[in-house]
Each structure stands twice: as C-alpha cells, then as structure tokens.
C-alpha cells in the first residue's frame, strides 16, 4: 500500500470515532493476510509493518490531522476537523469522473445572517477541489453525488 493510500486509509478507519493506536495498528496489519514462512519472516513482516504504521501516524500528527490522547488502555487517535477536511478532500479526488463533459454543481443558499458558516462553507468547498462559478454555485467533473442520501 503506498504512503497516500495508506494515510487515506488510516483517516478513514478515524472518521466515525476516535481508537486506540493498539487497535489500530492490529487493523492496520490485518489488511494483509499472512502466510507461515517461518517465525522469523513474520516478526521482520510485523516489525516492518509496525514502522510503516508509526510513520504514517507521525505524519498525521505533524500535519494535525490527528490528535493523540494518552489514556490508561494507551494511546488514544482521533480525527480533528483539520483531518476530516483532508479526508474529504483525499476522498472527493478518489472519485470517478463524470462521463462525456458533464459536471456536478453545488449550489446554496446561506442567509446574511449566517455569514461564518458561508464563509466556512466557501472555504471547504475550496479546498477540496471544487472551482467557484458564481458566489454560492461551485462545480466539479467528479461524481460526488452520494445515492445514499438521495434513498435510491
């Protein structure tokens, strides 16, 4: 698994809710499927999977897509709001395009009361990836239509 995959993966697997790194390291390794080839070969596989885990996690820290809590059970990581808006960014860019020259809009209405969460709003639409159009109507050639909320 390579290094944007993998920390895509590690986002994912914190959005819902905040692990322990014990237990996310034990799903971490259990991506793969191991074979018997020795206890040797599989301590160096768990070993170097536990480096490549350590990495990745260090790498969230320092970009504070993560924090980290130290509990009596161990470390403790959880999704800042940082990290769930370069979740949804690294998601959106994962998307498929939308076939021929079709694009996706996304259009709101935001009162003037409620002029931080426009902004909020603009700001986030921004950075993950969506192009301004007009004030409130922003557009992608990615499908990031979700069916689900849609009840089809």
């Not at 994912?12 to 080839?37: H, T």
């Not at 979740?87 to 931080?116: A, K, W």
């Amino acid at each position: 698994m390579k290094g944007r995959e993998a920390v895509t993966t590690i986002l994912v697997w914190l959005q819902d809710e905040a692990r322990e790194a014990g237990e996310l390291f034990e799903q971490w390794a259990r991506r793969k499927k191991y074979r018997y080839e020795g206890e040797h070969k599989l301590a160096e596989e768990r070993y170097q999977e536990q480096r490549a885990f350590q990495k990745r996690v260090d790498y969230l820290r320092r970009k504070k897509f993560i924090k980290t809590k130290k509990t009596e059970e161990g470390l403790l990581l959880e999704l800042s709001d940082e990290g769930q808006a370069e979740l949804m960014r690294r998601l959106v860019r994962e998307r498929p395009l939308l076939p021929g020259n079709q694009v996706c809009l996304v259009m709101y209405d935001v009162p003037t009361d409620g002029n931080l969460g426009r902004d909020a709003l603009r700001y986030f639409l921004k950075r993950i990836g969506l192009k301004q159009v007009q004030q409130s109507v922003w557009s992608t050639d990615k499908d990031v239509v979700d069916e689900r909320e849609f009840g089809n």
